[in-house]
């Protein structure tokens, strides 16, 4: 049998070699060699190249995965030492850091590659070609290069991309409002997101202003066409103009008021006429106080066109909220203009489609503008394709987003999580001064709020290493702690910078900065409550962080993991999943064998019903086995230091009416401005074999297998 070498030389196969590279790339690691050596042989077929014998040696290992984590490592560094030799660089310490997943992620949409879509680039080369690129001197340039192969913070999916390559759309976030109620408002409006949306954002667009389909058009002496044809033009654009290799998508956010509320609330379910059918967009609703209030006192609730508002000379509703909303709704039902209808029947389509397609979100408006940062600017009137950034936009004043988040994982300290928020404030305000807009309202809006969003990822990882339960009184008050020192050391970074720079964000005239105030009551970087000059507008938002925290290796965002043991598939493949954290406890222990693994299976990634301490049964509890009204709560404690939203998601294994709606109403009494992001009313978790024998789980039966590329920060 014989190999084939890089250049074509041909040489006896010797399996002494295969030993060898095991052996190398395990070095510190928990590694059964003899077990892996023994699987690889026999697929080793006659001619294969040196490169397709690392990839049959790569995923060979994967399958061992679940009897250790480390495997995962090992599998990673076959490949990363494999790309090394490929492109004739070493692998630095971050390189080899990476596990399975998080390289195969890397080297399929995040590496540069040649004109045949060969890998360019490791990981550490990355990292280099954004801190060179974004830092403005040799001192920045080292600071944000360690603080990135650290691991201690990432910026998102866009930059990581483009950075350095003459591409210059680094936006995450965007919130389009539909521009006027007219054939060139439309076709303006459409080609201005699916420009945006090609280029990575992630689109929400606001379609409150849409005459509703009930309403004549006069130009041709008929109806309109309303929501649903609106959102199937949406639909046809996003397939269109593509972010890579998949479409693009965009969420509509349509106010629980409009008249076509009924049928926008039918666009994602999964059965019906497919005329009246919208599944590959995102749906979310726009909720006022006066809703929920007319659904918990059992009163009447009024639909409007919004053609009908203006032509009344009322206000358009969509840009009001509190007091003014309800005063220019109740003129509008003493009009007689409103169509009547009992509040609880679009709260049960809500709930309907939710639980069947897991949308709309639900986006409480009035609670968003409780406390707007924005508000000398506006009112916010919708939020972003995973609605967690909040901006004010209009017709021609597109509110843009750069995105970064702080890697609990990688800290021990509040002081370094800190630190780490702050230079993400730098890194992505250079960002802004490098971004290229797609369209002037982009433009005006995105100089004018200079808009930033710095999240987190692994903050299940971080209480796993401090052996904290998720749900726990310490753990609680961590989540505060945290939220506070990213808040805090963002606003002191912005405020520093707008110093250095000697300008504030265009738009801080009349904010509440000048007034001497940030988002937290009664804090200021400032001790006597100046006026606070600011490079940014708003800083803080938790998005869904799905793709970065897979280079990072952590459980994405701010949720609990999914599960102990499970299969997730995306758009790089499957990959078992085993908790690297649960794995070392069981070892500690000294009950990590062949019965526990197989206990593991068998209860599908949970260890509720095994024979383990009360500490660990808590410990590792997953999404599902956690009250949501503690997350929801934990959720709230730390929105104090948020001055955006957070991307909620909501787990319900047995969901019922009463819990999903008892869910969404306690998250608006709580004063939180996303009611929910997806809604996820099924488990799916495999009881894994090996690698090649599972059914890819990454998602439920409700629940949409697109990962936001923008919001992936």
């Not at 404030?425 to 808009?451: C, F, M, Y």
């Amino acid at each position: 049998m014989q190999i084939v070498k890089k250049g074509g030389v041909k040489q006896a196969f010797s399996p002494d070699k295969i030993m060898t590279r095991i052996k190398n790339a395990a070095n510190g690691l928990n590694i059964d060699v003899d077990n892996i050596f023994k699987a690889v042989i026999p697929s080793v077929e006659d001619g294969m190249t040196t490169t397709e014998m690392d990839e049959l040696l790569a995923f060979t290992i994967a399958d061992f995965i679940q009897d250790h984590p480390d495997n995962s490592i090992l599998a990673s560094r076959i490949l990363i030492t494999r790309q090394g030799k490929l492109i004739g660089k070493t692998p630095e310490a971050v390189d080899l850091e990476y596990d399975f997943f998080g390289t195969v992620t890397f080297l399929k949409k995040y590496s540069l590659k040649d004109a045949n879509e060969t890998p360019l680039e490791l990981p550490s080369m990355m990292y280099d070609r954004v801190a060179n690129f974004f830092g403005i001197d040799k001192e920045e340039k080292a600071l944000f290069s360690e603080q990135l192969k650290s691991k201690k913070i990432s910026v998102a999916t866009p930059i990581l991309t483009n950075a350095g390559t003459g591409r210059g759309a680094y936006i995450s976030c965007n919130i389009t409002t539909n521009i006027s109620d007219d054939s060139k408002g439309i076709l303006e409006t459409l080609d201005n997101a699916s420009l945006a949306s090609r280029e990575g954002a992630g689109i929400g667009l606001s379609i409150d202003n849409l005459r509703s389909s009930k309403s004549n058009v006069s130009s041709f002496n008929g109806k309109a066409g309303g929501v649903v044809r609106y959102a199937d033009m949406v639909q046809s654009h996003m397939r269109f103009f593509r972010q890579g290799t998949r479409s693009g998508s965009a969420a509509l956010y349509l106010s629980m008021w409009h008249k076509d509320i009924e049928d926008f609330l039918k666009l994602r379910l999964p059965v019906g006429d497919e005329k009246l059918r919208a599944r590959d967009l995102f749906t979310a609703v726009v909720v006022n106080d006066n809703f929920m209030k007319a659904l918990i006192d059992g009163d009447d609730w009024y639909l409007f066109c919004p053609n009908d508002i203006l032509k009344s000379g009322l206000k358009p509703l969509q840009d009001l909220h509190g007091k003014e909303f309800e005063a220019e709704y109740n003129k509008a039902v003493k009009l007689g203009i409103g169509e009547k209808i009992n509040p609880k029947t679009l709260w049960d389509s809500v709930i309907k489609s939710q639980s069947e397609s897991g949308m709309p979100y639900t986006f409480y408006k009035d609670n968003a503008n409780r406390k707007n940062m924005q508000d000398n600017i506006g009112t916010i009137k919708s939020s972003n394709l995973c609605i967690e950034f909040l901006g004010v936009s209009d017709s021609k004043y597109t509110s843009q987003c750069d995105l970064g988040l702080v890697n609990l994982a990688a800290h021990l300290t509040l002081d370094t999580i800190s630190e780490s928020a702050g230079v993400l404030t730098r890194i992505l305000n250079r960002v802004i001064d490098k971004n290229s807009w797609q369209d002037s309202p982009s433009e005006k809006a995105g100089n004018h709020q200079r808009a930033i969003g710095i999240g987190v990822g692994g903050l299940a990882d971080f209480f796993a290493i401090k052996d904290l339960p998720f749900v726990s009184e310490e753990s609680k008050k961590w989540n505060i702690d945290i939220q506070e020192a990213i808040y805090k050391g963002a606003i002191t970074e912005s405020h520093e910078m707008a110093i250095a720079t000697g300008e504030s964000y265009p738009a801080w005239k009349g904010s509440r900065y000048e007034r001497g105030e940030t988002y937290v009551d009664g804090w200021s970087p400032l001790p006597h409550g100046e006026p606070i000059v600011m490079k940014n507008s708003i800083l803080i938002c938790l998005m869904p962080s799905a793709s970065t925290s897979i280079l990072l290796g952590v459980n994405e965002c701010f949720e609990p993991f999914a599960s102990n043991l499970q299969v997730r598939s995306t758009g790089s493949g499957e990959f078992l999943l085993i908790n690297k954290y649960l794995v070392e406890d069981f070892e500690k222990l000294g009950v990590w064998n062949d019965y526990t693994k197989s206990l593991l299976i068998e209860n599908g990634g949970s260890v509720q019903n095994m024979p383990v301490t009360d500490h660990i049964k808590n410990k590792y509890k997953t999404i599902w086995e956690i009250s949501q009204k503690d997350l929801i709560s934990m959720c709230v404690d730390r929105s104090k230091f948020i001055d955006q939203s957070q991307s909620m998601n909501l787990y319900f294994e047995n969901s019922t009416y009463g819990k999903i709606s008892g869910a969404l109403r306690y998250a608006w009494e709580q004063g939180l401005k996303t009611g929910s992001y997806y809604i996820k009313t099924e488990k799916k978790t495999a009881k894994p074999k090996r690698l090649t024998q599972m059914s890819p789980t990454n998602s439920d039966s409700n629940e949409s297998n697109f990962d936001c590329f923008g919001c992936s920060s």
